[in-house]
């Protein structure tokens, strides 16, 4: 087995990337786009200096346009965000590969590809399609070269080996033909790879859909464990119990690369920077972190609890608070403030998430059994404090539009979609608030937008296992091996132990996974086992018997069936083996006629000896801890002695 990390990914949105090679295939895990590389173009208009003023092209994982995509067997992805980047691989005439994803996951990443496509439709409208061959004019040297370092890192990386990752978007036709590529799955569903690899999905609880895999081979299973929150709000819980027991788990939440910069403090306005956290300092200290539990139930009340959820509801409590200090600048309390959500997928998003309860979490499944609705935004709607439009220019929503009012809409670049309009209108204006999520560089989304007055409130939210956690799971899941990430070594310093080693592995360098089996179980067909003919060994309790049959691999496991042409075992000499006792073996030579006398090699160990055979022919027998070996002339003093072996050694 060889895993390669293709990508550490950027947060919530940008997940890691790995390409797992086992069993003879190469399995993808995941396949998203680097959107924050977005913030190098100029929206529209293109006012802002130092930004590419160009129809966008967009940023793929670096080092995956480097594999052959015929070489590619599946693809598993684990969340919406991981499969942003799919049709740019299913759109090359080479692959052939499956694609994986839960129904769900599929669902919600086809309505954000759709918008990335509407989104993008915009810039095509204003800089017109680009039908020039070859690469377009920012990304010739002499043009790269103008950019500021900032931005200059982020289209070509630090040794300019991100460049060739760019690529023109794909188009809606690109989106359908991947989606006939993807085959959906329920979570435990069972699924098989090409008869060879099981795979099923279990929840992550990160958002509705969301999933780990177990992969399960011949010889291995493997857990891959993405970004996961053990009790959600919304999406069903982290089912972390039926990963337990497998050999091996890749460890793929990266979250808490991101949260280094933020350790202590969870939100950041235009006015409040965090101090830069030390890169030595730990973020998980194993000396207190308990190592004594006294059994599964202590270590579930461990990973569980509700003091998550309660920081996430302090979190929205702080965020409304902000909210409502800038509609009471910008207007009486008393009026009322509409809420608009501007999206072109905004509509069956959120009917789609309101009818699919067996993904969600015990207490929205309640409501369902309650006759209540499963989210808020229901009420909102309903009572028209919620108001859905596909786009800005809507005749409906201008005929409707009142300030102070809040509005969501995308994209969180803030180079794309209505969001670019509503910050030119807003920008300058102190009154007003954006709310944006930690992680995103704000000085350089902001950068068009000078200047800027608007104030910027920066939140960050759970997207992960937090690392005082990554303990007490991997005790709970009791693994043979754990992949770890090397980048996040020093911050959860783990150590081997009798139950459980680590290897490290890192961005594109290729990790080679020792075995942990040194044997493997084989099932016997019926037909075959009654063709049997089991033999007693003398020196064991135990019967062994010989047999041909054919080896197959059927859903993950292999299977001995017989051949079509029944052996002939009649005339077949018996296979012989162990060690044979010298005095026994003297005796039964004698009882066929056969002198001899036994010399022992003084010189040696662990019983080398030799039987010098004088009559009726001369012959000679040597023997050692691993082979034994007959001089002989005479075809019949060989059979002979070849019977005295059979009588004082195992054979079938």
């Known amino acids: 087995m060889k895993l390669t990390c293709l990508s550490q990914g950027g947060g919530y949105h940008f997940p890691p990337c790995h390409m797992l090679e086992l069993c003879g295939f190469r399995l993808l895990l995941e396949c998203p786009l680097d959107l924050s590389a977005l913030a190098v173009f100029a929206p529209i208009p293109a006012t802002a200096p130092g930004l590419i003023k160009a129809q966008p092209w967009y940023k793929t994982v670096a080092a995956l346009h480097l594999w052959e995509p015929s070489l590619i067997g599946a693809v598993l992805v684990s969340t919406p965000a991981g499969m942003l980047g799919l049709p740019f691989l299913t759109r090359s005439p080479k692959f052939s590969g499956k694609i994986y994803a839960t129904e769900a996951t599929a669902r919600i990443g086809r309505l954000m590809m759709e918008e990335l496509v509407a989104m993008h439709a915009e810039f095509v409208q204003f800089y017109g399609p680009d039908e020039r061959p070859g690469l377009p ?98 999406a069903m819980d982290f089912d972390y119990h039926p990963l337990q027991g497998n050999d091996l788990i890749l460890f793929s939440d990266l979250s808490s690369l991101s949260s280094m910069t933020r350790k202590g403090n969870e939100f950041n ?45 302090d979190k929205i409590s702080f965020i409304c608070s902000c909210i409502l200090d800038s509609l009471q600048m910008g207007g009486s309390a008393l009026i009322p403030v509409p809420i608009f959500m501007i999206s072109t997928v905004a509509e069956e998003m959120l009917a789609f998430t309101n009818a699919v309860p067996e993904w969600l979490c015990k207490q929205r499944q309640q409501k369902l059994f309650a006759g209540e609705a499963l989210f808020g935004h229901v009420e909102l709607m309903e009572e028209k404090k919620l108001l859905l439009f596909p ?44 709310i944006v999520e930690e992680g995103v560089d704000a000085e350089m989304a902001l950068m068009p937008f000078k200047t800027v007055a608007i104030k910027v409130l920066q939140c960050s939210f759970l997207s992960g296992i937090r690392m005082q956690k990554v303990k007490p799971l991997l005790e709970m899941l009791q693994p043979k091996l754990v992949l770890f990430p090397e980048d996040l070594r020093m911050q959860c310093p783990l150590r081997d132990d009798n139950s459980c080693s680590f290897l490290y592995y890192s ?40 047999l041909k049959g054919q080896l197959l691999l059927n859903n993950g496991k292999y299977l001995l069936v017989a051949s079509k042409e029944l052996p002939d075992l009649s005339n077949k000499q018996l296979l012989h083996w162990g060690s044979a006792d010298s005095v026994r073996l003297l005796m039964a030579l004698q009882e066929r006629g056969i002198i001899g006398s036994i010399h022992w090699d003084k010189n040696t160990t662990g019983g080398v000896f030799s039987i010098q055979i004088t009559k009726p022919e001369e012959a000679m027998i040597e023997t050692s801890a691993t082979k034994t070996v007959i001089y002989c002339r005479d075809k019949t003093m060989a059979a002979l002695i070849y019977e005295a072996f059979s009588s004082v050694c195992d054979g079938i």
């Open 137 to 234: 004019e920012w990304m010739k040297w002499e043009e790269l070269e103008k950019l500021p370092p900032a931005l200059r890192e982020v289209v070509m990386g630090e040794g300019g080996e991100e460049l060739g990752s760019w690529m023109p978007l794909y188009s809606a036709a690109d989106i359908k033909e991947c989606m006939q590529k993807l085959q959906s799955v329920k979570y435990a569903e069972e699924v098989c790879y090409n008869g060879t690899i099981i795979l099923k999905a279990f929840s992550s609880g990160l958002e509705i859909g969301s999933c780990n895999w177990t992969i399960n081979g011949p010889r291995r299973n493997i857990t891959y464990l993405s970004s996961s929150i053990f009790e959600s709000s919304h």
């Open 391 to 434: 786009l800005l220019n809507s005749s409906n929503l201008l005929m409707m539009w009142q300030e102070p009012c809040i509005v969501f809409s995308p994209h969180w670049s803030l180079r794309l979609g209505p969001v670019v309009h509503l910050l030119h209108r807003w920008h300058a204006d102190p009154r007003c608030v954006i």
């Open 269 to 313: 306005g235009n006015n409040n920077h965090n101090e830069p956290m030390d890169e030595d300092a730990p973020l998980c200290d194993v000396s207190a972190i308990r190592t004594d539990y006294d059994n599964e139930d202590e270590i579930g009340r461990c990973l569980g609890g509700t003091d998550e959820n309660l920081e996430e509801i």
């Open 507 to 546: 961005k594109n360098v290729m990790l080679r996974v020792p075995g942990l089996k040194s044997d493997i179980e084989v099932c016997l067909a019926t037909d075959l086992a009654f063709q049997l003919k089991p033999r007693k060994l003398t020196e064991r309790n135990m019967a062994i018997a010989r």
